[in-house]
């Protein structure tokens, strides 16, 4: 056997403080020109390359970095640009790609796989005709081999891109424009080997997920093309996020040198190299040290599998089970974090020297974990309370059927048909976040912080009052993240300082750590919504995450089942919601987001997975009495899989976002016959334009085709804390004047 080597598929880019953020937001402001954006990031790719030298790593991958999105990149890189950005060029025409543009609206985004992390979906159809840019893979190879550094640029695979887009026509599929999309790949491939590329990786994440006859026999037709070039880098196939089954006897037979292979979530790979009798003459990049959560690696467990493995291959090197993009840079920076804690962890840099000291371990011998690896620590003890609780509740359902509650909820609520609310953040102003950092700093005390927060609670409510606004919210001035302000209210998890993760373009998020058995020590969100409730006269949202975005968001603990973690969060909101009802708060949304972001990637996982995650969140609101509205809140994903799951969770109303897909849900809804309460998004937060009153109201009318008025709600796609308040005041004028028409025309 040759000797092990070490490689990691991909790595952080958003700078330790930051700093990819704060440039492309300057630059969107105005206050930097593209020169200088380019000169941040630049610097960043230095930073990161040497870094990765520097800890001993041999295999360094380039072309991860991204201004946005990778999935943009490729797009940008083919030339697969819709007509509407024709008169823009350059990072402007990229960057309305991604927000949209005045007039223009963005390409629509959704989420990577099973993770938080948000893609741009390309819009291919029979007219698209793909044209080679090859600057930036180049480029960046230029840039890391002038340091010295040879690299392994990172390519979004052929297949994987074609699968994740969204076809423009019915009846269209992507998958027809592989002949001409291998076209452009070759040539690029052959710019690469011109520049002195050695070895490319092409991520074909989508081989995880179930696959048909015709992906099959595409992913044959494409490494046998881009295997059959004369001239090209050796070609690494890298695959990640679970087993691949059915798709490893084709790329065990393809014309590619190395395989990289995911052993974390697919554990079952391995088994499947040993039936399919190992891989002949290929390398294996071996993803034995975890990408996606944030606890240390058992080393003794990795060497093992790296045993087994070693025998499968005559060329094994050791890696990371995919990109380390979707953990936090550096654990060193995170003082604050539990001593007990901290020593079960691991963050990026962390995890680049696990997958180090394996290849050491591999080659040196195994004496080399006993003295630096150290044990793996054990989660803390039980909380045997909450468990008993949890087993004399059982479902916890005391709800009434959905036709009985509507009825009450019309006489006790007294809303109108196309009635009209927010999804529950307002803007995040400069004062607001002050605020919450002075209090952290210990600038201002309790009470100040508390004035501060009911002043901007008050302009919120007055606000939506002005607009006409029926169901209102106190706008979350006290809340950093959805997910983060509970974490740091519930025991069982614990907060870092500096583990930011990337989510989208700029928006970064700190994943809470669940480290334990979840409670709830005391309420959470009752001083806020009691507080806003007495200000007006109109319903104001009680605003809860719910269990499955709770987790879905965090890293969570691996030593028990998901569904058992997801109940314990359960309780606790559960809890919550009784005290809200308590209060007098009549209308409570808990917010799952992420319901169809854990859907597995294989069909056979997710009817186990939908049961448990519906059951968690009729726990949290089972208990709710029948004059209290449930609502719920999903975002950014495609919903048509889940559509009998949202109303198995039988809130009473489900907003979702809609407008990046053309109100496509609606369709879903209409084929299901779903008859419960719904908010179809009728505007895009994440674009920083102003929809027109015609444009919404086009919207709302497409939407009363297939929902009843007393049904429909009218709402944004999601929160506006992104925002600003000049666009938010227009925006949600123009929404409540479309409802407004649209519903003096319909009833």
Not at 49 to 62: F, T
Not at 180 to 205: F, I, K, N, S, W
Not at 219 to 233: H, K, V
Request: aromatic share 6%; proline share 6%; hydrophobic share 40%.
């Amino acid at each position: 056997m040759h000797k092990v080597t070490t490689t990691i598929l991909g790595y952080p880019r958003i700078g330790p403080r930051r700093e990819l953020k704060w440039a492309t937001e300057r630059y969107w402001a105005g206050e930097i020109d593209a020169a200088e954006l380019a000169r941040t990031t630049a610097s960043l790719r230095t930073e990161v390359w040497r870094e990765l030298s520097e800890a001993g790593l041999d295999g360094i991958p380039s072309n991860t970095f991204s201004l946005y999105d990778q999935v943009l990149d490729t797009t940008v890189m083919v030339g697969a640009i819709p007509e509407r950005f024709a008169g823009l060029t350059g990072v402007d025409r990229y960057f309305a790609m991604a927000r949209g543009a005045e007039g223009v609206p963005p390409l629509e985004m959704t989420k990577w796989f099973d993770t938080n992390y948000h893609y741009l979906v390309p819009e291919l159809g029979p007219h698209t005709r793909f044209r080679l840019d090859f600057g930036k893979p180049v480029a960046e190879y230029g840039e890391a081999r002038a340091l010295g550094l040879e690299t392994r640029p990172v390519l979004v695979g052929p297949l994987s891109y074609l699968l994740l887009a969204k076809s423009t026509e019915p009846g269209f599929s992507p998958l027809d424009l592989l002949p001409a999309l291998l076209d452009v790949y070759a040539e690029l491939l052959e710019r690469l080997a011109g520049a002195g590329v050695t070895e490319v990786q092409l991520d074909e994440p989508a081989l995880a997920g179930d696959r048909t006859g015709a992906d099959l026999a595409a992913l044959r037709r494409a490494y046998d093309t881009l295997g059959g070039l004369t001239n090209r880098p050796r070609l690494l196939v890298a695959t990640y996020f679970g087993e691949i089954g059915e798709a490893l006897p084709v790329l065990a037979a393809a014309k590619v040198e190395s395989i990289a292979l995911d052993f974390v979530a697919g554990p079952g790979n391995v088994h499947a190299l040993a039936s399919l009798g190992g891989l002949k003459d290929k390398t294996l990049v071996a993803g034995v040290v975890d990408g996606r959560n944030v606890w240390r690696a058992d080393l003794s467990r990795a060497l093992s599998t790296c045993a087994s493995l070693s025998g499968l291959t005559d060329r094994l090197v050791v890696g990371t089970s995919c990109s380390l993009l979707h953990v936090p840079l550096d654990l060193s920076a995170e003082t604050g974090l539990d001593g007990g804690l901290r020593g079960r962890l691991a963050f990026a840099r962390e995890k680049v020297a696990e997958v180090v000291l394996l290849g050491r371990a591999l080659r040196e011998g195994h004496e080399v974990i006993g003295t630096e690896g150290g044990a793996v620590l054990a989660a803390p003890p039980a909380n045997e309370r909450v468990r008993a609780r949890l087993a004399e509740l059982g479902t916890g359902e005391t709800r009434s059927p959905h036709a009985v509650r509507l009825a009450v909820q019309k006489e006790a609520l007294g809303l109108p048909p196309l009635a009209s609310t927010t999804i529950g953040s307002f803007p995040q102003t400069p004062e607001v976040r002050r605020a919450r950092a002075d209090l952290r700093k210990g600038v201002i005390g309790h009470d100040t912080y508390v004035k501060s927060n009911r002043e901007e609670i008050d302009r919120v409510i007055a606000l939506q009052e002005r607009l006409g606004l029926d169901v209102l919210v106190h706008g979350e001035p006290e809340r950093n993240d959805m997910v983060q302000y509970f974490a740091e209210l519930l025991d069982g998890f614990a907060v870092t300082e500096f583990g930011w993760v990337q989510s989208y373009g700029s928006r970064c998020v700190r994943p809470p750590i669940l480290f334990g058995d979840v409670s709830r020590p005391e309420p959470m969100t009752l001083p806020w919504a009691t507080y806003a409730q007495s200000r007006t006269g109109k319903p104001v949202k009680g605003m809860l995450t719910g269990p499955v975005t709770m987790l879905a968001w965090s890293f969570v603990r691996d030593d028990q089942p998901l569904a058992d973690t997801a109940r314990q969060v359960a309780l606790a909101l559960r809890d919550e919601v009784t005290d809200l009802e308590a209060a007098g708060i009549r209308v409570i949304q808990v917010d799952e987001p992420a319901l169809r972001e854990l859907l597995p990637l294989r069909r056979g996982d997710r009817e186990a997975y939908l049961s448990w995650a519906v059951a968690a969140f009729r726990l949290a609101t089972g208990g709710a009495a029948d004059t209290t509205q449930i609502h719920t809140h999903m975002c950014y994903s495609e919903f048509g899989e889940i559509i009998g799951a949202i109303g198995d969770l039988d809130a009473d109303v489900t907003s979702v976002e809609a407008a990046r897909s053309h109100l496509e849900l609606l369709d879903d809804l209409r084929a299901a016959g779903y008859g419960r309460g719904i908010g179809p998004g009728v505007y895009d937060i994440h674009s920083p334009r102003v929809p027109s009153v015609e444009e919404m109201e086009r919207a709302l009318r497409k939407a009363s085709e297939s929902v009843a008025p007393a049904l429909l709600w009218v709402n944004p796609d999601c929160g506006l804390k992104t925002r600003g308040y000049a666009e938010v005041e227009k925006s949600l004028a123009n929404m409540v004047e479309a409802a407004r028409r649209v519903r003096t025309s319909l009833v």
